[in-house]
């Protein structure tokens, strides 16, 4: 354990720092709230239903409540302001209404009435507040002076408004008179919140507005911008995913390090046993010597855990995985966490490598120690062939099955696998050393037979080394070309399904309606076809469990059997009117052409919506088609992501009377949509870089460890004649054994995950693998593994033999 100490504190230390980032994640979306600002004077904002909650079927068990919340604004009718009035205490209630204007500038800015700006507050810094339908206050940061007119976008082509006046800099804005931003807004008799000025009860408040929601405190920023609470389950379960894998690593690793350090103190502890010492109190130093280093070590870990969160959170703001706004939480509690996981971690691990060497009889224990023994405990044979089997199991369901089910069963597939490699290692290092040490005799007679024997015989101690770096290699692999495959599927599938010959696209918020129709009226335009894109809820049937689950969503318009090919399988989008639904095969379940489907929409409107299709592309188009104008009314914004036009006809004439609007060709659409796409994938390059170099860092130690443990039997070669060189020549073929069979185990547990994986997603098992990527895993697991071998021999190797 003395020669331990460095490599299990520097293990612990960086798998608390890991699980405890992880936590920093989990809290932060536990506790995520959008900051209040709009609605900062406002103590009570009533709205609509912000989720939705349902009763599910569970596979055998009763039925259980699911919630997931709302990703659009859910409206509210202005009538139950006059109610809300009535309430003691309330001394006023404002209709706020929110919608996207566009300037000239071809800058975005957000729409209210006036009376709105009071729950800020804005104050005038110039002119004054507006009063005729043609004027509008802008911001200060517009950079435009009172009385100069700008030309205005919204949900049509730009009009004409006075600037009637400034108010100071804070978030975007353009206040209109109140009747003009209720036609703007384009909603009559709703809004998307009602804000209650005064001290009223807030029971009071609730019983005034039945079946709406009273939102106090930090709930109120959630009003002002869903985004955030939108984003806080998949937050959470992709925080949980990354706590898993971390705490399952964190085992591998740790759990190997210490098994080493054991096995080089083998000697020590049969000695103890012979002189009498009980198996628990050989347990118990062992356990004392491990927390010596566990606790700073997990102390240390926590505190730096804090600072490694905050960065990551950091770093996913900016890159746009976290919505603005999403915030964040730093507590001691997951610095807590991942001190005491950790610490239960490292003495688990050492009460389970004790075992052997603590119940050896006395007699037997120092004969124990001479030779290691060549057979695995029947426990941990039967153990790992369970876990291949689980691995087998998730193999051939994820094979058997396809989208978000087959999906979700790679992650277990991969780390089954690993367990199971972390059990049977030894086995496998045997194999190895016959068919790597074959080679390697085949190379150099003399040491690559040296080589071949030092392997075969210290198996355990082979088998500690090849699981951190089969982990290493299985563990990249598949985050990395998983997620190109992704892409690459996904590519694919909108490219297939694109019919158009153009694209008509905005650089503001979204296009107006009447875009479509503009183009829809030019000669050599055949069809164009408005996509609208949302977020519906939709019970999904998974593991035989049904599930709440969030579905990419798209509402299209007419003509779209002429732009669009989501390659149908029964049904036609002809018939897409209405109340009616496509949905993709990966989601359709038992539901078919002529099935009632019951959907929730962006703003959590129920439908019971009649099955006309049923589709292959469901990746690339999004998994359910709805039409345009059942979309358009349950959005916030009502605007068209993009138009598809079938044709080559000049567009310009269409795209010049609106600002920020032009027409890309279909390669050059499908190029922006992929680097989206590649944008939503980052999560993953956080996690390998996170959890990938936590691992090389245990490979790096681990192999450093055995190196260092060895020493006696490297003095006992150059004692007995062999050169320096020639035992330096035979730990490099060793290494290449070594690290050869954990880096084909590595690439055989990626292989059969990614082809799994490609298969669910692309129907074909072939991956998207980069051979710039993979050559760098492989040598950055290879290079580092074999200087943590030869540096530390070399070392040892300086000193004369005496």
Request: net charge positive; proline share 5%.
């Amino acid at each position: 354990m003395r020669r331990a100490f460095v490599g299990i504190f520097a293990a612990l230390l960086f798998a608390a720092a890991l699980v405890g980032a992880c936590g920093v994640l989990l809290e932060s979306a536990w506790r995520a709230h959008a900051p209040v600002e709009r609605y900062g004077a406002a103590p009570t904002v009533v709205t609509g239903p912000r989720s939705v909650a349902v009763k599910m079927k569970q596979l055998g068990d009763a039925p259980a409540e699911q919630s997931r919340p709302l990703t659009e604004p859910s409206r509210v009718p202005v009538a139950v302001a006059d109610r809300l009035r009535d309430v003691p205490g309330v001394k006023g209630v404002v209709a706020d209404v929110s919608f996207p204007v566009l300037l000239s500038s071809g800058r975005t800015v957000t729409g209210h009435g006036w009376e709105s700006a009071a729950l800020r507050p804005y104050l005038l810094s110039a002119g004054r507040a507006p009063r005729a339908a043609d004027e509008v206050v802008l911001s200060r940061s517009a950079g435009v002076a009172v009385g100069a007119t700008v030309q205005v976008q919204t949900n049509g082509t730009p009009r004409p408004y006075r600037v009637s006046g400034l108010v100071a800099d804070g978030p975007g804005a353009a206040f209109f008179t109140p009747g003009t931003a209720a036609a703007l807004y384009g909603h009559p008799g709703q809004a998307d919140a009602l804000a209650v000025i005064g001290d009223a009860d807030e029971n009071a408040l609730r019983k005034a507005a039945p079946g709406l929601t009273v939102a106090t405190g930090a709930a109120r920023g959630d009003v002002e911008n869903p985004a955030v609470a939108a984003a806080a389950p998949d937050i959470l379960q992709m925080g949980a995913s990354l706590g898993g894998v971390a705490v399952m690593t964190a085992l591998v690793v740790v759990g190997g390090l210490i098994v080493l350090s054991v096995r080089e103190r083998g000697r020590e502890f049969a000695m103890l046993r012979a002189i009498g010492a009980t198996p628990w109190q050989v347990r118990g130093q062992l356990v004392r010597e491990t927390l010596k280093a566990g606790v700073p070590a997990a102390l240390a870990g926590g505190a730096l855990s804090l600072v490694l969160g905050a960065a990551m959170h950091g770093v996913m703001v900016c890159k746009g995985v976290l919505p603005d706004g999403f915030g964040l939480s730093l507590t001691p509690l997951p610095a807590l966490a991942a001190v005491a996981i950790t610490l239960l971690a490292a003495v688990g691990t050492a009460l389970i490598a004790s075992l052997r060497v603590s119940r050896i009889r006395p007699v037997e224990a120092l004969g124990e120690t001479a030779v290691e023994s060549a057979d695995l405990p029947r426990w941990r044979v039967i153990t790992g062939v369970v876990f291949l089997v689980i691995g087998v199991n998730a193999l051939g369901f994820s094979t058997a099955s396809s989208g978000s089910a087959a999906i979700a069963a790679i992650g277990g597939l991969v780390m089954s696998l690993i367990v199971a490699t972390a059990f049977l290692g030894p086995l496998l290092a045997r194999y190895g050393s016959r068919i790597l040490g074959g080679a390697a005799q085949a190379a150099a007679p003399v040491t690559g037979r040296l080589a071949r024997h030092s392997a075969a015989a210290a198996a355990l101690r082979a088998g500690s080394v090849i699981t951190p770096v089969a982990l290493a290699v299985a563990f990249a692999g598949t985050q990395l070309f998983a997620q190109t495959t992704l892409v690459q599927a996904t590519t694919e599938q909108a490219a297939a399904g694109n019919r158009a010959d153009q694209v008509v696209v905005s650089a503001g918020p979204g296009l107006p309606t009447d875009v479509a129709e503009a183009a829809r009226r030019l000669p050599g335009v055949p069809a164009a076809t408005p996509v609208n894109r949302t977020t519906v809820l939709m019970k999904v049937k998974e593991l035989g469990d049904e599930t709440l689950t969030s579905l990419p969503a798209r509402g299209i318009g007419a003509s779209a059997d002429a732009t669009l090919d989501p390659g149908v399988t029964s049904g036609s989008l002809r018939d897409l009117r209405g109340n009616t639904v496509a949905l993709g095969s990966d989601v359709a379940g038992g539901l078919h052409v002529g099935s009632t489907a019951r959907l929730w929409l962006g703003d959590g409107t129920r439908i019971d919506a009649r099955v006309v299709a049923v589709y292959e592309r469901g990746l690339g188009l999004g998994n359910v088609l709805l039409p345009h104008d059942l979309v358009a009314a349950h959005s916030s914004t009502g605007l068209d992501d993009h138009v598809l036009v079938r044709g080559k006809a000049d567009l310009s004439s269409v795209t010049s009377a609106y600002t920020g609007v032009q027409a890309v060709d279909r390669d050059a659409y499908g190029a922006s949509l992929s680097q989206e796409i590649r944008l939503q994938g980052f999560f993953n390059k956080v996690v390998v870089a996170a959890i990938g170099g936590f691992i090389l860092i245990g490979v790096v130690t681990t192999l450093a460890l055995a190196t260092a443990a060895r020493r006696r039997e490297l003095r006992l070669l150059r004692l007995v004649g062999t050169t320096r060189r020639q035992v330096l020549r035979m730990l490099h073929l060793e290494a290449g054994i070594v690290l050869g069979t954990g880096i084909v185990i590595g690439v055989a547990i990626a292989a059969v995950t990614l082809m799994t994986f490609a298969f669910a997603v692309r129907g074909l098992p072939l991956p998207t693998i980069s051979p710039v990527a993979c050559a760098t895993v492989l040598l950055a697991v290879a290079g580092s593994g074999a200087a943590a071998i030869v540096v530390p021999a070399r070392l040892m190797l300086r000193r004369r033999t005496s």
